[in-house]
């Protein structure tokens, strides 16, 4: 996928990992001969279901096609529906027996006062009372107990200007469609009911618009820094909006976690810094050049760096919104490291310390989790979600080191990786910084915070194949990862394949599971899908029979169903169809059970998906973004049809008679 606006999963990922950590090739080699596995042409091979190098750039053959249907057929509650077939068409499509309708739009009324979306006659006014662009994470907050007013808390990541605006001229954007874009970023919080099956935008007191230009405060162990003043806020507590929100989470204690991704694509003029020391923190973020692409720095010279070289550090946090007071300031937690966050979730240890899992979505970046030092407060009144609030302010934050096999997970003598629920790597987590207090030699903590990834660096973190989304699974306890990609993987000076990231040239990602000792320093780890064609070699589905799944690539954001079951949604499929959301057991003979419940229009990505009982929501984002397409030339005409404009969009999906999803 070539685009130049966003950082997705070929373009401004690119921010070099030059460090020089271990790849833990020993470990690799003692595994290899442990296990009796190949090594052929400087691949890591593992051996599934036969002697198969693990190469993501195996040419899948035949191309991939649905499985055959099987209704009901030993299907796990959740997953009971017969699978979407692979397809390229400009329309959502969803598993037969289930109805769809859309929830919300980019530019429909949130505010009151809001006016109609006019796509000609758009204004930075209207969007700061409107749903903003490229909807990504979404969650449902319960009001009632059965589910039907809900608050809909929505991410904007990014915004595609050449489809937004007829006629935008990238050298030369106006100041109100600069201001556009400004609103267009953030969060939407909107009041939905049950309505028909799928969900309806109600006025109300809840429906918020969070965007570049409202107030957040930054708090934590970093908060205050010489690095964070800017000539507009020399206390480093105030910083003016958020934005590439990618992914998120809900947390124990009804806030919305957020995590500021692909934040330095927005600032200019990297080429005019000259202090050594900045020069290198920018460019390990990926602050490249002189204009912005955007060159928002025409309007507010906060976005360029030569004027506010400490703007750029006010970004790459994790936010949390309290979405049931609309009064409230969001805060940026400044606990939980700087970097390219996809997102947040939260896992409550026995004890009532949190951990939060982030990842770095970067090729050859890391796994950080934090945990904090203060128990969770029970209960869902203010009182407790204010405290609770404060969690993430105090504790440590940690980074992962796959450290190789457990006995435990010894391959036997068939070749085949264990699907016994054995758990086959070892890991730990390396403290980074707790409090005021820096564990790694050369920085402070402050450092540490600021400049997360030089840090992690310095310790031996594993580089990793884009890690995104990372959540616990509420039914079994483990905390699922998905990598998306990373095609550089064993290429010419980059990092060669390791257990974790098996497959050079790794093109379709994987979904590792990780059984963690919560609070703790020790984790085990496993592969449950090495995603891709299943008729690649190289592909493995938890040990489930191949033939029946899914074809399934590069895989984004995860969620959970109530029995446990995985939902993974896709975002750059390789395999020549739409990208999706996809469902499969983790637990019992059909773990690795891939199934594909939707496809969202061609250009598009799955994002945010919700599950519950009756009702599944996913964010389409940028649909028809392809190659050429602009809203002079429109390639996608989702949802309105005709000759419309595309509309990032959330759709809700449910079943026609009424009845459970995935149960038939
Ligand atoms: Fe915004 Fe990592 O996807
Ligand atoms: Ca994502
Ligand atoms: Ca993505």
């Known amino acids: 996928m070539t685009c130049k606006y966003r950082c997705g999963s070929a373009c401004a990922h690119e921010a070099p990992n030059t460090s020089e950590n271990a790849y833990f090739g020993d470990i690799v080699e003692s595994v290899l001969s442990r296990r009796g596995a190949l090594k052929a042409s400087g691949v890591l091979a593992l051996t599934v279901g036969g002697a198969a190098a693990l190469t993501g750039t195996a040419t899948a053959s035949p191309a991939p096609t649905a499985p055959q249907a099987r209704p009901g057929r030993g299907s796990v509650p959740g997953t009971d529906f017969a699978p979407v077939a692979p397809n390229t068409e400009d329309a959502v499509v969803t598993a037969e027996g289930y109805e769809q309708g859309i929830v919300i739009r980019w530019g429909d009324p949130v505010m009151p006062g809001a006016p109609e979306f006019d796509f000609n006659n758009q204004t930075a006014a209207a969007q700061e009372k409107q749903f903003g662009y490229n909807n990504d994470f979404a969650e449902l907050i319960a009001l009632d107990r059965g589910g039907n007013e809900n608050l809909l808390v929505v991410n904007h990541e990014y915004t595609t200007e050449t489809q937004m605006?007829?006629?935008y001229d990238e050298s030369n954007p106006t100041e109100e469609q600069v201001r556009i874009a400004w609103a267009a970023h953030g969060l939407s919080v909107v009041f939905v009911k049950r309505q028909g099956g799928g969900l309806k935008p109600q006025p109300s007191k809840y429906n918020r618009r969070i965007t570049l230009n409202t107030p957040f405060e930054l708090r934590g162990p970093a908060a205050g820094s010489d690095y964070l003043k800017t000539s507009a806020d020399q206390s480093a507590t105030l910083v003016i909006g958020t934005q590439n929100n990618c992914a998120g989470s809900l947390t124990p204690w009804g806030t919305i976690l957020s995590g500021e991704e692909n934040f330095n694509q927005y600032f200019a003029n990297t080429d005019s810094v000259t202090d050594p020391a900045?020069?290198?923190r920018l460019a390990r973020y990926g602050f490249t050049g002189a204009a912005s692409t955007r060159l928002w720095e025409k309007f507010d010279k906060r976005w360029d760096l030569a004027q506010e070289p400490n703007e750029a550090n006010r970004f790459g946090w994790i936010v949390e919104i309290d979405p049931h007071d609309p009064q409230s300031t969001p805060v940026k937690h400044t606990g939980l490291g700087r970097f390219k966050h996809e997102g947040a979730a939260i896992q409550v240890a026995k004890d009532g310390r949190v951990v939060?899992?982030?990842g770095d979505d970067e090729r050859f970046d890391y796994i950080y989790k934090f945990v904090s030092n203060g128990k969770m407060k029970k209960g869902d009144s203010a009182f407790a979600r204010r405290q609770n609030m404060t969690l993430l302010d105090d504790g440590t934050l940690y980074v992962a080191k796959f450290t190789g096999n457990s006995p435990a997970g010894e391959i036997d003598g068939t070749g085949k990786l264990p699907t016994d629920g054995a758990f086959d790597g070892t890991g730990?987590?390396?403290?980074?910084?707790?409090?005021k207090k820096s564990f790694v030699p050369g920085f402070t903590a402050e450092e540490v915070y600021i400049f997360t990834r030089l840090a992690a660096d310095q310790v031996g973190a594993t580089k990793m194949d884009r890690p995104e989304d990372i959540q616990p699974n509420p039914v079994n306890g483990r905390v699922y990862c998905a990598l998306?990609?990373?095609?550089?993987?064993?290429?010419?000076?980059?990092?060669p394949s390791d257990e974790a990231n098996p497959r050079i040239g790794n093109k379709d990602g994987h979904v590792l599971e990780v059984d963690d000792d919560t609070t703790g320093t020790k984790f085990s780890?496993?592969?449950?899908?090495?995603?891709?064609?299943?008729?690649?070699p190289s592909t493995y589905f938890g040990g489930f029979d191949k033939s029946q799944v899914s074809p399934i690539s590069c895989p984004d954001n995860v969620a959970f169903d109530r029995h446990g079951n995985l939902w993974i949604s896709t975002d750059g499929n390789t395999l020549g169809s739409n990208d999706g959301l996809f469902a499969v057991p983790v637990d019992g003979p059909q773990r690795g059970w891939v199934k594909q419940f939707l496809s969202v229009p061609h250009g598009g990505e799955t994002c945010g998906p919700v599950i519950r009982d009756k009702v599944v929501t996913v964010s389409v984002q940028h649909p028809g973004e392809l190659d050429g397409a602009s809203a002079?030339?429109?390639?996608?005409?989702?949802p309105d049809g005709g000759n419309s404009q595309p509309r990032p969009s959330v759709v809700a999906i449910w079943r026609k008679d009424g009845g459970e999803i995935g149960q038939r």
């Not at 730990?428 to 409090?435: N, Q, R, V």
Request: charged share 10%; with cysteine; net charge negative.
């Open 356 to 358: 939060a899992y982030s």
């Open 632 to 638: 002079d030339n429109p390639l996608s005409h989702w």
């Open 525 to 536: 780890w496993n592969l449950l899908l090495v995603c891709g064609d299943p008729n690649d």
């Open 428 to 435: 730990e987590w390396i403290p980074l910084a707790s409090g």
């Open 278 to 280: 900045t020069k290198t």
């Open 165 to 167: 605006f007829a006629g």
């Open 484 to 495: 998306t990609n990373n095609t550089n993987r064993g290429s010419a000076g980059n990092a």
